[in-house]
């Protein structure tokens, strides 16, 4: 079974920092690009931040560029989204995903073939 969890969200104040983890199992995603989304109450999913699959590469929505960072470890089959500076507009649920094809780079969600649960994170002003 190959699964995404998700880990790291809750409530912070606006400006503060949070780190979310999103944890592989059942294959390794070493050739594949992952990504973050995000989706508010009411709103489509959209697109945060995508890392090609050696971390070479990175690739930021404008909302959140020079804020936000993206990284990810294949030992570990992990990937991370360290989120500085956070802002009420920030609240939603957030998920991470893995490109359906190895070696492709597209930041949209119809390019993601995996995804978690999602994690919730709140930013209170």
């Known amino acids: 079974q190959v699964q995404l969890v998700e880990s790291g969200g809750g409530l912070v104040q606006a400006g503060e920092s949070l780190n979310l983890s999103c944890a592989a199992s059942?294959?390794?995603?070493?050739?594949?690009?992952m990504g973050w989304f995000r989706q508010a109450p009411g709103t489509e999913r959209e697109f945060v931040a995508l890392?090609?699959?050696?971390?070479?590469?990175?690739y930021y929505a404008d909302f959140v560029k020079g804020r936000f960072t993206i990284s990810r470890d294949n030992r570990k089959n992990t990937m991370y989204l360290q989120m500085n500076s956070l802002k009420p507009e920030d609240t939603a649920v957030y998920y991470c995903?893995?490109?359906?094809?190895?070696?492709?780079?597209?930041?949209?969600?119809?390019?993601?073939?995996?995804w978690g649960k999602g994690t919730l994170v709140t930013v209170s002003s």
């Open positions: 890392i090609s699959w050696g971390g070479g590469n990175t």
């Open positions: 995903a893995a490109d359906s094809r190895p070696y492709t780079y597209s930041p949209s969600a119809e390019a993601m073939g995996y």
């Open positions: 059942g294959r390794t995603f070493s050739t594949n690009s």
